[in-house]
């Protein structure tokens, strides 16, 4: 038998049957067999799997008000992209005036304004939904393809340790030449590329410096202290990741460093900036032994200046 999609109003909802108020027939209330229902979207486009998800009923019915910022786009294989829908015609779906899908492909769209497409199959739509929403913490557990958002998280933390841990070889005086030029090529492997931009300021000077990563790590090594000593802390996540024309995944957290300068064992200097990065899901195929297979990292991109404030 092949899957219907019906839009109108769930009225009630539990284990057994759905009632159900037809589009096409407002007179009409229908009650229907739960385990024969494949998906279910509300009001504001949040989606349940009956079969699977009875403990959501409630909050299903009784949705809250709040709007979506982004609409959300579902493919196949296993994919969520985040963004704004900005044209659809017949053949394709374009996000953000950047990226075209072709809409074989798709398989579902939550819209920002709630309303909500199916695309093929609905049971292949309640696979990938199912697959986003493992996690249980919301649609975004799947992010860039079939990538947890825990372990991009982890991995984007560890990235940003390592990038500071590099910055303590080049502040520390005692370190030699080999050292710090090893540290400087190792730190640039953590990055995109060689363009991408870090910002800097002082508590002496109003204006922000841009510089690109290389020089920038060149003129860490130069500062002129008898001891540095450079922390990143508090590092959090402020945006969702976001297709780029490249088809990486780009996103953005924020953090606060930590500067202070020392000497004669006397602290001279000290700050706090407030800064953003830009962080990069990259997703590559490997070949190991005659197999090849998709693997992803996660880069460091251009490093922002908020704010910066004394200690």
Same mark, same amino acid.
């Given at each position: *038998?092949?899957?219907? =999609?019906?839009? %109108?109003?769930? *009225? ?8 159900? =108020?037809? &589009?096409? !027939?407002?007179?009409?209330?229908? /009650? ?45 294989? &296993? ?27 798709? +398989?579902?769209? /939550?819209?920002?304004? %709630?309303?909500?497409?199916?695309? %093929? ?25 079939? =990538? ?13 340790? !390592? ?22 090529? !190792? ?9 991408? *931009? ?21 003129? =860490?090594?130069? /500062?002129?202290?008898?001891? /540095? ?8 996540? +402020? ?7 490249? %088809? ?8 606060? !460093? ?19 990065? $830009? ?12 197999? $090849? ?19």
């Amino acid at each position: *038998m092949q899957d219907l =999609v019906r839009e %109108g109003r769930v *009225m009630d909802l539990n284990s057994n049957t759905i009632k159900f =108020v037809p &589009a096409d !027939q407002p007179s009409t209330t229908l /009650i229907l067999p739960t385990s024969r229902a494949i998906l279910l979207f509300n009001s504001r486009g949040d989606f349940i799997i009956p079969t699977q998800d009875s403990a959501h009923f409630k909050d299903f019915l009784t949705p809250d008000g709040a709007s979506r910022p982004y609409d959300l786009v579902f493919s196949l294989p &296993a994919m969520l992209r985040e963004g704004v829908v900005t044209k659809e015609d017949e053949d394709a779906v374009y996000l953000n005036d950047t990226l075209k899908l072709d809409k074989k492909d798709l +398989v579902a769209i /939550i819209y920002r304004n %709630g309303h909500s497409a199916v695309y %093929g199959s609905p049971a292949a739509a309640a696979d990938v939904l199912a697959h986003a929403k493992k996690a249980g913490a919301g649609l975004t557990d799947l992010i860039g393809g079939d =990538v947890p958002r825990k372990e991009f998280e982890e991995k984007a933390q560890k990235k940003t340790i !390592q990038f500071t841990d590099y910055l303590k070889i080049l502040c520390d005086k005692t370190a030699s030449y080999e050292e710090i030029n090893k540290a400087i090529s !190792q730190a640039l492997t953590l990055f995109v590329d060689e363009n991408a *931009m870090v910002e800097t300021s002082s508590n002496n000077r109003n204006a922000v410096s841009r510089q690109k990563i290389r020089d920038y790590l060149n003129k =860490v090594k130069r /500062i002129q202290y008898d001891r /540095i000593e450079i922390e990143w802390t508090h590092v959090q996540y +402020v945006s969702d990741l976001k297709p780029g024309p490249d %088809g990486n995944f780009y996103g953005t957290v924020s953090f606060e !460093q930590e500067f202070k300068g020392y000497r004669d064992g006397k602290l001279v200097y000290s700050d706090i900036t407030y800064k953003n990065a $830009t962080v990069v899901l990259k997703t590559y195929d490997k070949t190991y032994e005659g197999t $090849t297979k998709k693997v992803w990292d996660v880069l460091l991109s251009d490093i922002g200046v908020v704010a910066t404030k004394t200690v």
